[in-house]
């Protein structure tokens, strides 16, 4: 599987299929964005059992990957016990500005709820200095309540949820 994005394809989200796995180490963001998602195979690198990895495909073919945790709490003080997060949101910067981050982001709703059907809410957080992951985010129906989240390492970041009615 190659990665061909010569027309527009429709966007979809899929559990990561270990056949994904040779396109995805390919993928890279732009050199400037890796400090805020980190690349395929810092966030593949993932060991923990509370990660779930998932794939954002164009036409069928691996463009992006981002990371579900069971477990996001884990010393943030902005989320609940057991909260659920959303991370490593990473597209391929040959995919970029063709409108897949925003059809993504608008399908991660129902996506969520169909593979975890008692998720009530997930949280992210989108760094400062990136104002277009954010404005992506919050057109994907995510809410910004202004909290700052000062624990990152490329400095501080915006805490958004999503709720789930």
């Known amino acids: 599987m190659s990665l061909d994005l010569t027309g527009a394809a429709p966007v979809t989200l899929a559990p990561l299929n270990p056949a994904h796995l040779p396109v995805l180490r390919g993928l890279a963001p732009h050199p400037e964005q890796v400090q805020f998602s980190g690349s395929a195979a810092t966030i593949l690198a993932d060991p923990r059992e509370s990660v779930a990895f998932h794939v954002i495909l164009s036409g069928g073919v691996p463009v992006g990957l981002f990371k579900t945790d069971s477990d996001y709490e ?80 490329a400095g501080p970041q915006h805490v958004l949820r999503l709720e789930f009615s």
Do not use: K
């Open 74 to 153: 884990d010393g943030r003080h902005f989320a609940e016990a057991g909260a659920w997060g959303l991370r490593g949101v990473m597209i391929d910067a040959r995919a970029q500005g063709r409108g897949i981050g925003r059809a993504a982001f608008a399908a991660l709703p129902s996506y969520l709820r169909r593979i975890h059907p008692g998720l009530r809410r997930i949280w992210l957080t989108v760094n400062c200095r990136n104002p277009v992951a954010r404005r992506i985010y919050l057109r994907g129906g995510w809410i910004d309540d202004g909290v700052l989240y000062h624990g990152g390492s």
